[in-house]
């Protein structure tokens, strides 16, 4: 019997890099990441964070992150797409959120914000994210 190879978008590579970045207790953005070995495909989140109490949206502890890039690990800038929105991911506790990688492309550096730009989410305890990158 026979089985047909599934087909994907973009052929999945073997030799993905974990980086591990935490957003210290009392604060909002976390450590840099460096992205020079690959752009980012999946944000894993900590087991437990802060949630932001005055969001409506969000449902139980799923909260927004937002992102920086930075070419030099000195200036960071907030990442927008290419529509001009803040890129933006809900994700939960424990979850992992896929991430377009065009997005990270051409980034050196990476900070993960709790929240947006607008609206930081200062966490409780120290939050450490998985990044997955290829």
């Avoid at 200062?122 to 990158?133: S, V």
Wanted: proline share 4%; aromatic share 10%; hydrophobic share 45%.
């Amino acid at each position: 019997m026979m089985t047909e190879k599934t087909k994907f978008a973009v052929e999945p590579r073997k030799n993905a890099t974990l980086v591990q970045v935490t957003i210290a207790a009392g604060d909002a953005l976390s450590g840099a990441a460096d992205l020079t070995g690959g752009a980012v495909y999946y944000v894993i989140g900590p087991s437990d964070w802060t949630a932001d109490p005055n969001n409506p949206l969000n449902v139980g502890q799923q909260v927004f992150v937002s992102f920086q890039v930075s070419y030099d690990n000195i200036s960071y800038f907030d990442l927008f797409d290419s529509n001009g929105y803040e890129v933006t991911r809900i994700i939960a506790p424990g979850a992992a959120v896929a991430i377009d990688a065009a997005l990270t492309a051409a980034a050196m550096y990476l900070k993960i914000r709790a929240g947006s730009r607008t609206n930081l989410v200062t966490q409780e305890a120290d939050r450490t994210f998985t990044l997955m990158m290829l």
